[in-house]
């Protein structure tokens, strides 16, 4: 599907789970005007086949439908609770404030890991000129990606800070128990730290401004004592990144379109101005 006619998907799927809401027969409160939450977490992520282009001094080709994998670590707790570790799983961590009975802006981070599947076949189109290279592509024909030639990832991470605009629905209240539904959305900034080995060249390996995302996302949420919270998301969105540094060389870069769907299992507490 064209990149823009999946935005607008988005967009669709956002205004209408929005919309859905006002036709309630009453209007039940999940959250109160005034309150902030603040919630940690982690997620796993499922991408789209996505062509990569690659440009330099030497060089400019295009990798097609390239598969990839999110890159989850087994839960333990060296890693997932140890202070100095927190990042690095894949996690989510996000800030929210309730500027009307139950609409909500929230500022949040998406730290996903993305990694290019290592011996695929893939079709390439394009042109090396890099010496020992000349040969690794014949234009259009399928070549198998190995970490001699190349080994791409976004694994510290692909992230994603993004501005959703959010709406919670109260399904449920029972003494200190609420069970609430969300539907929102928003747009952001993609900054990854791209670890990159491409034809031999040293990698890069730093934090870079490369492009911009845009989400839709659905959720239910158990919120005790008005406090305390557990949380799930299911997140799609679209990420363009034109402007991926591949190596230590500023000429080097690589572009491409991803496709994501990302599920989030979060905590948090909300507390009340």
Not at 11 to 31: M, N, S
Not at 37 to 59: C, E, I, K, P, Q
Not at 66 to 93: C, E, M, S, W
Not at 180 to 188: M, R
Request: with cysteine.
């Amino acid at each position: 599907m064209h990149a823009y006619k999946r935005i607008r998907l988005l967009l669709c799927i956002w205004i209408g789970l929005i919309a859905t809401q006002f036709y309630g027969q009453e209007k039940k409160i999940a959250h109160k005007k005034g309150e902030v939450y603040a919630y940690w977490g982690w997620n796993r992520a499922v991408y789209g086949r996505s062509s990569v282009h690659f440009t330099g001094d030497n060089y400019n080709f295009t990798l097609h439908s390239v598969k990839a994998d999110d890159k989850p670590l087994n839960f333990n707790f060296h890693d997932y609770l140890n202070p100095g570790r927190v990042t690095i799983p894949q996690t989510n961590y996000r800030i929210g404030y309730f500027f009307k009975d139950n609409w909500a802006l929230s500022l949040g981070v998406d730290h996903m890991k993305y990694v290019v599947r290592p011996g695929q076949w893939v079709k390439a189109t394009g042109e090396i000129n890099v010496p020992g290279y000349e040969n690794a592509i014949q234009d259009g024909q399928y070549i198998y990606l190995d970490d001699n030639f190349l080994h791409l990832e976004h694994t510290d991470g692909l992230n994603y800070l993004n501005l959703d605009l959010e709406y919670y629905h109260n399904f449920l209240e029972a003494g200190f128990f609420k069970f609430n539904g969300i539907a929102g959305g928003g747009v952001g900034l993609v900054i990854p730290k791209t670890n990159s080995t491409l034809m031999g060249n040293p990698r890069h390996d730093k934090f870079h401004l490369a492009g911009w995302g845009i989400d839709a996302k659905i959720g239910a949420e158990l919120l005790f004592w008005k406090l305390f919270f557990l949380r799930t998301e299911l997140k799609e969105g679209l990420i363009a990144l034109p402007d991926i540094r591949t190596t230590s060389n500023k000429s080097d870069k690589a572009s491409q379109t991803i496709l994501f769907l990302q599920w989030n299992y979060t905590f948090g507490f909300s507390w009340h101005f």
